[in-house]
C-alpha cells in the first residue's frame, strides 16, 4: 500500500512539474476585444498580439517596440503592432524543460543610450548527470538583434527539476533585483546558495557593497531576502516604494510579500501549504525569525506576474496590487488575473477575480509607458493583452 501511495505521488508531482493538468480546460481566446464588466469598472480587454508560444515576460522599448520572451528560447517583436515572424537573432542557447527555459527580458532604465537588455534564462551545464544552472546575461540590442552577449551571474547548479523563475525589476536606487526559485531542495535556506532567494545586484551584476549579508561568513554577498519557494512575480509598489513578489507556495499557501533586506521569508521550514500528495509542509505557518506574507492564496492560484496600476482609466485601481493566476485549486481552465486591494495601513481589505470568463492562465503583467495594463497568456498559442477602459 505504502509503495502504492509513493508511486501516485510521483506521478502526481510529474504531472505538476510537466503542466499538464493546466494544459486542460483552457478554451480558445478569441480574436477580441471583450468587454467584461469587474466590480469597480467596465474593462474591455483587445488582443495585441497572437501567437506567441508560452510567453514568459512583456518589455517595453524607448521607440514604441515591445519584446516579448517565449519559454523555449526565443525573442520576439512587436513592431507598430504587429508580431514579427522572425524572432530577434542573437540568443543564447537556453535549456528548455517542461517549466524551464527563457524567462525574463528587461531593458536598462538608461536603454536609449546604451542599448542595454538584461535575460534571465536556464542553461544546462552537463548532461550526465544533467545539471542545470540560472543565468543572468546583458546584451546590446538594436534592429532585431543582440549582440555582445555577456553572463553576469550564473547560479549554483541543480537536476533541473521543478520549477524555478527568475524575474527582474530595477529599483529607484538603481540597483537590479533579480528572485531565483528553488522549488524541491532546502537550498533557499543555504546562505552558500543563490537558489530560493532575491539578489540584489549593480548593473554590471556584481554586489553592491551595502547589501545586508556582505561581510557575513558563507553568505553570498548578492542576496538580499532569503527563504523563497518560487517568486514568479517581482514589482515595486508605487505608493510606497516598495519591492513586492508574488511567489508559488507547493499545494496551495501562495504568497504575496513585500521585500526587505535581510529577511528570511521562512520555505521550506514553513508555509501555509500543503505537500503534493496531502500533508501540510509545516505543522505551523510562522515561526521566529521568519517574515510573514501580506497575503496567502489558500487554495492556490499558481501565481506569476505581478504589477501595480498607475493609469488614470481605473483611478479605484491604484491601491491595488494585481496577480497572474494558472490556476485556482490545482483545477484546469481557471486562469485570472486577481487584483488584491490594500488600505493606506497596509491591510488587504478586499479580493477581486478579473477576467474568469477568458479562462485563460496569465503569466506577466507589466504597465506599459502609455499608461495601460498589459498581459500575457501562458498558452502554446499565447497572447499579448492591453486593458482599457470601455468607451462610453
Request: glycine content about 12%; hydrophobic content about 40%; charged content about 20%.
Amino acid at each position: 500500500m505504502m509503495q502504492f501511495k509513493r508511486l501516485v505521488s510521483t506521478a502526481i508531482l510529474l504531472l505538476l512539474s510537466m503542466g499538464s493538468f493546466a494544459q486542460f480546460g483552457s478554451p480558445p481566446l478569441g480574436e477580441g476585444p471583450f468587454d467584461i464588466r469587474t466590480y469597480q469598472a467596465n474593462v474591455r480587454v483587445s488582443v495585441v498580439a497572437h501567437g506567441i508560444a508560452h510567453p514568459w515576460a512583456v518589455a517595453f522599448l524607448p521607440n514604441g517596440d515591445m519584446l516579448v520572451s517565449e519559454r523555449e528560447g526565443q525573442l520576439r517583436l512587436i513592431h507598430n503592432g504587429e508580431l514579427q515572424a522572425e524572432p530577434v537573432a542573437g540568443m543564447p542557447e537556453v535549456y528548455q524543460l517542461r517549466l524551464l527555459g527563457f524567462m525574463e527580458v528587461l531593458p536598462h532604465p538608461e536603454f536609449a543610450q546604451n542599448n542595454y537588455l538584461y535575460l534571465t534564462y536556464h542553461k544546462l551545464v552537463t548532461e550526465e548527470p544533467r545539471e542545470v544552472t540560472f543565468v543572468l546575461a546583458r546584451a546590446h540590442y538594436a534592429d532585431g538583434r543582440l549582440s555582445d552577449l555577456e553572463e553576469l551571474l550564473t547560479t549554483d547548479t541543480w537536476n533541473g527539476d521543478g520549477g524555478a523563475a527568475a524575474r527582474l525589476a530595477f529599483g529607484e536606487d538603481g540597483k537590479l533585483y533579480m528572485s531565483v526559485g528553488a522549488t524541491r531542495d532546502q537550498s533557499a535556506q543555504d546562505p552558500a546558495s543563490l537558489r530560493g532567494k532575491i539578489l540584489r545586484l549593480n548593473d554590471d551584476g556584481s554586489a553592491p557593497s551595502d547589501n545586508p549579508f556582505v561581510g557575513r561568513e558563507g553568505y553570498r554577498p548578492e542576496i538580499y531576502t532569503m527563504g523563497h519557494r518560487n517568486p514568479a512575480g517581482l514589482a515595486f509598489n508605487p505608493n510606497t516604494g516598495e519591492l513586492w513578489a508574488s511567489e508559488y507556495g507547493p499545494n496551495g499557501g501562495d504568497e504575496l510579500n513585500i521585500i526587505r533586506a535581510g529577511q528570511n521569508y521562512g520555505w521550506p521550514l514553513v508555509s501555509y501549504g500543503r505537500d503534493y500528495p496531502g500533508p501540510f509542509i509545516s505543522p505551523v505557518p510562522w515561526m521566529e525569525g521568519m517574515t510573514m506574507p501580506v497575503a496567502t492564496f489558500i487554495p492556490g492560484i499558481s501565481p506569476s506576474g505581478l504589477a501595480f496600476y498607475t493609469g488614470e482609466d481605473f483611478p479605484t485601481w491604484t491601491t491595488s496590487a494585481f496577480v497572474g493566476a494558472s490556476r485556482v485549486g490545482q483545477v484546469p481552465g481557471t486562469g485570472r488575473m486577481v487584483r488584491l486591494f490594500f488600505d493606506e495601513n497596509g491591510n488587504e481589505r478586499s479580493r477581486e477575480d478579473l477576467f474568469t470568463e477568458l479562462g485563460q492562465r496569465i503569466r506577466d503583467i507589466k504597465m506599459g509607458p502609455d499608461g495601460l495594463m498589459y498581459l500575457l497568456t501562458e498558452e502554446q498559442d499565447g497572447a499579448l493583452l492591453v486593458l482599457s477602459k470601455v468607451p462610453d
